[in-house]
């Protein structure tokens, strides 16, 4: 019982990762360039955090929705602080929709 629900746990995140990518899919045809932009920048974010969660065991919505936050600061020399905005406002948006 107890391995049952750990998995049902475990497809919770890829649920949750597949809802996300799902979202972002759905903007690209009305997405401006930023929002897009920000999209393509969000997915790898997202991918890479499910894929560390899976690996290390890791269960909780909650910790993987840090994961990505982690992620996002630890990558935010990479963007201008607009483009930083941009991506933030739009992982806000995703996690309250998903």
């Known amino acids: ?7 049902n746990e475990n497809l919770m995140i890829i ?12 903007q690209v045809e009305n997405a401006s360039s930023d929002e897009l932009f920000a999209g393509g920048y969000l997915r790898g974010h997202i991918s890479l ?6 690996e290390e065991g ?13 992620s996002l600061e630890a990558a935010r020399s990479e963007l201008s602080p607009a483009d930083r905005a941009i991506v933030a ?10």
């Not at 019982?1 to 998995?7: A, D, E, S």
């Not at 955090?49 to 899976?54: F, G, K, N």
């Not at 739009?90 to 996690?95: E, F, G, P, R, V």
């Open 58 to 70: 890791v269960t909780e919505l909650d910790t993987f929705k840090q994961r990505i936050d982690e």
């Open 15 to 26: 649920e949750f990762e597949e809802k996300l990518l799902e979202l972002i899919d759905a």
């Open 1 to 7: 019982m107890k391995n049952r629900l750990r998995n």
């Open 89 to 98: 406002q739009l992982w806000q948006q995703l996690a309250a929709q998903a």
């Open 49 to 54: 955090s499910a894929a560390q969660c899976e």
